[in-house]
């Protein structure tokens, strides 16, 4: 019988076929949420339409059933679900946690020696921070009007921790490792990191099975599930999965893709004993 007490997801992103990195996530969340009879919500992160496709959602259905992966719920699509992102986006600016930005990437790029996130990213240096001079907005547009992106302003210095069901205890500082973060982007779209928490709360989701390059995004979203007054689920962060030159997979990684890895004749515990055996450290 379902434990409605366990509430687990898959949040797979239609921009390209799954590769083993996904197997891996997917298959751990689905292990996790069986082995505690719970019930587990497919989420399709369809957000932007220049980049998702029609045929990546149907193509990560079918791996995964292939996977024998099987879900209860969904699948939801995010793109219906903007109205929540925008409640989300006022509560938060009424409670003074946003400013609108006008910085371009290019203007962040260019930004003297800024320094970098775990991701890559640089660390917004703080141009259109209200008091800031000016660069601050005193009249801006709403979400996805005029030239801005929304900006959540972190305490720099704070320490965001969480605790990860398999790498234990871990803690990041914003402002060094992370700083003042987009929940809603220029060109109109809601970002990730807000959409994700938003969803999350709303499906009662208990525990959040995703892959450790998702680390530093999670310390940022524990700053949103805190500031919109949700409770924070559990996090379990899987192992990341290289490919021949030893690099974590990205989805231009065509030949890891779990598509054709089935052409070539590989059986689903196959290439799941693939992925675990391609497990790359990270942090
Ligand atoms: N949609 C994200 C991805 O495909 C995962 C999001 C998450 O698990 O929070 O990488």
């Not at 969340?29 to 029609?54: F, H, V």
């Not at 240096?125 to 801006?140: I, N, Q, Y």
Request: charged share 30%.
């Amino acid at each position: 019988m379902a434990n409605p007490a366990y509430r687990g997801r898959l949040a797979p992103t239609p921009t390209g076929r799954l590769h083993l990195g996904h197997a891996l996530t997917f298959r751990t969340a689905y292990e996790r949420c069986r082995e505690r009879s719970g019930i587990l919500i497919y989420r399709n992160e369809d957000l932007d339409p220049d980049r998702c496709r029609p045929e990546f959602v149907k193509a990560a259905l079918e791996d995964l059933r292939w996977l024998g992966i099987e879900f209860d719920e969904g699948p939801l699509n995010q793109s219906e679900r903007i109205p929540s992102y925008r409640n989300a986006w006022s509560i938060l600016r009424e409670r003074g946690y946003l400013y609108p930005c006008r910085c371009s990437r290019r203007d962040l790029r260019e930004a003297a020696q800024a320094p970098h996130d775990g991701g890559g990213e640089p660390i917004y240096p703080g141009t259109c921070r209200p008091g800031a001079g000016d660069g601050s907005l005193d009249w801006p547009p709403a979400p996805g009007e005029g030239e801005v992106c929304w900006r959540f302003r972190v305490t720099d210095g704070e320490e965001v921790g969480f605790l990860d069901g398999r790498l234990g205890r871990q803690a990041f500082r914003a402002g060094r490792d992370f700083g003042d973060f987009v929940v809603w982007r220029r060109d109109g779209i809601p970002a990730y990191e807000l959409a994700v928490v938003v969803d999350d709360a709303a499906m009662s989701v208990t525990e959040v099975v995703r892959g450790a390059d998702l680390l530093l995004s999670t310390a940022r979203q524990c700053l949103l599930y805190r500031a919109l007054g949700l409770g924070e689920p559990a996090f379990f962060h899987t192992a990341l999965v290289g490919g021949a030159d030893g690099r974590r997979l990205a989805k231009r990684d065509q030949a890891a893709s779990i598509g054709s890895l089935r052409l070539s004749g590989l059986g689903p515990d196959e290439v799941l004993a693939m992925a675990r055996k391609n497990v790359i450290m990270v942090r």
